[in-house]
C-alpha cells in the first residue's frame, strides 16, 4: 500500500510540474511577471513532491 501511494505521489509531482511549465510558457509569451513568478514556485512545489516521493519509494525499499 505505501508503494502504490508513493508512485502516486510521484505520478501527481509530474502532473504538476508539467502544469507549471505549460503555465511557465503562457507567462513568458504575455510577458507577465506575476504568472512568471507563480510558474516557477510551482515548479520548485513539484521538484520537493517528487523528491518526497521519491524518498518514500526508497524507505520502502530498504524496510
Known amino acids: 500500500m505505501k508503494k ?3 508512485f502516486l505521489g510521484l505520478f501527481g509531482a509530474v502532473m504538476g510540474a508539467v502544469g507549471a511549465v ?3 510558457k503562457a507567462a513568458r509569451e504575455k510577458k507577465d ?3 512568471l513568478a507563480n510558474a ?3 515548479i520548485a512545489v513539484a ?3 517528487a523528491a ?3 524518498r ?3 524507505k ?3 524496510a
Open 4 to 6: 502504490a501511494r508513493g
Open 22 to 24: 505549460s503555465g511557465l
Open 33 to 35: 511577471k506575476l504568472a
Open 40 to 42: 516557477v514556485a510551482s
Open 47 to 49: 521538484i520537493t513532491g
Open 52 to 54: 518526497l516521493a521519491v
Open 56 to 58: 518514500a519509494l526508497r
Open 60 to 62: 520502502d525499499e530498504l
